[in-house]
T-cell receptor, first 112, second 116 residues
Framework: DQQVKQNSPSLSVQEGRISILNCDYTNSMFDYFLWYKKYPAEGPTFLISISSIKDKNEDGRFTVFLNKSAKHLSLHIVPSQPGDSAVYFCAAKAIGFQKLVFGTGTRLLVSP | ETGVTQTPRHLVMGMTNKKSLKCEQHLGHNAMYWYKQSAKKPLELMFVYSLEERVENNSVPSRFSPECPNSSHLFLHLHTLQPEDSALYLC???????????????FGSGTQLSVL
């Protein structure tokens, strides 16, 4: 049973537009959420995170929104650039536990 | 060298072979991890080491045997694997074990393993 779900395996967006990647979770014990980005032939790299005490965290073009009541988070990329084309993984964890639970990833393609 | 380095990048082995995956981190981190990524499945945590001590073994079959001789090196010894073990094996490190929630993982590029 997947505790972190990314229901869209892929997303295509035009350069300059907004990319919205979604993630749902089922475990109410999760209180920290992260997004990782993965290019082909490379390992995932940390992108942005959010604590459950916040509902928004922004870092440049990347913003993560958390809706705890809906157990839903989203990553917004504005404006999208071709270099953003990658697989994006949502991950969640509970404080005090080592285990980071990942989703299956969403492949983003940003076309010029 | 910087970051987390994994060798080999690709490995093809038969079910009766014995091989080892190697991971080295140059970040001065105290915790290291092995993850498995199978096609269309989430990354699965296999093992966690903190200061060379194993702190988590996520119900991994004994045909996978980890070794952490020091805080910079991590190995995954493989023997009598099955074709369903074919996957991308990722090593990661973090400064310490996550206690506060914001401990970030730094991943290597992975070893793509094929078991014939």
């Amino acid at each position: 049973d997947q505790q972190v779900k990314q229901n869209s395996p892929s997303l295509s967006v035009q350069e300059g537009r907004i990319s919205i990647l979604n993630c749902d979770y089922t475990n109410s014990m999760f209180d920290y959420f992260l997004w990782y980005k993965k290019y082909p032939a490379e390992g995932p790299t940390f992108l942005i995170s959010i604590s459950s005490i916040k509902d928004k965290n922004e870092d440049g073009r990347f913003t993560v929104f958390l809706n705890k009541s809906a157990k839903h988070l989203s990553l917004h990329i504005v404006p999208s650039q071709p270099g953003d084309s990658a697989v994006y993984f949502c991950a969640a964890k509970a404080i005090g536990f080592q285990k980071l639970v990942f989703g299956t990833g969403t492949r983003l393609l940003v076309s010029p | 060298e910087t970051g987390v380095t994994q060798t080999p990048r690709h490995l093809v082995m038969g079910m009766t072979n014995k091989k080892s995956l190697k991971c080295e981190q140059h970040l001065g981190h105290n915790a290291m991890y092995w993850y498995k990524q199978s096609a269309k499945k989430p990354l699965e945590l296999m093992f966690v080491y903190s200061l060379e001590e194993r702190v988590e073994n996520n119900s991994v079959p004994s045909r996978f045997s980890p070794e952490c001789p020091n805080s910079s090196h991590l190995f995954l010894h493989l023997h009598t694997l099955q074709p369903e073990d074919s996957a991308l094996y990722l090593c990661a490190s973090s400064q310490d074990l996550d206690t506060g929630g914001d401990e970030k993982l730094f991943f290597g590029s992975g070893t793509q393993l094929s078991v014939l």
